[in-house]
């Protein structure tokens, strides 16, 4: 059984590993703009991420019309992903310019 599924649009594929659904999601999802801020970053774990670690928990509360369970959702799945995944190896996979994550 794949331990990693991609929630995106219902699309439902499934991961062996965290990295291999990262990188899915990052190269057959279309990339979203921030509600908050207009960048386009890749949708699932960087959307998340960029989402957390750029804006308020309020700003993201208030542009996306969530809640405070919305907000640790998200929060936890950041979480699990970063204490699970290689994402410098993802990196180095999807050949990101200057080896950061978007």
Known sequence: MS???????G???????V?????????????????VCGAVVPDGY????????EHSRAEYVRAYDANSSDVRTRERIRDEIEETADLKG?????????????
């Open 3 to 9: 331990a990693w599924e991609c929630d995106i649009d």
């Open 11 to 17: 699309c439902g594929e499934r991961f062996d590993s």
């Open 19 to 35: 990295e291999d659904a990262i990188v899915h999601q990052t190269s057959e999802h279309e990339r979203q703009e921030c509600k």
């Open 46 to 53: 960087f959307a998340i991420r960029h989402a957390f670690d």
């Open 90 to 102: 993802v990196v180095s996979r999807l050949d990101l310019t200057g080896g950061e994550l978007p």
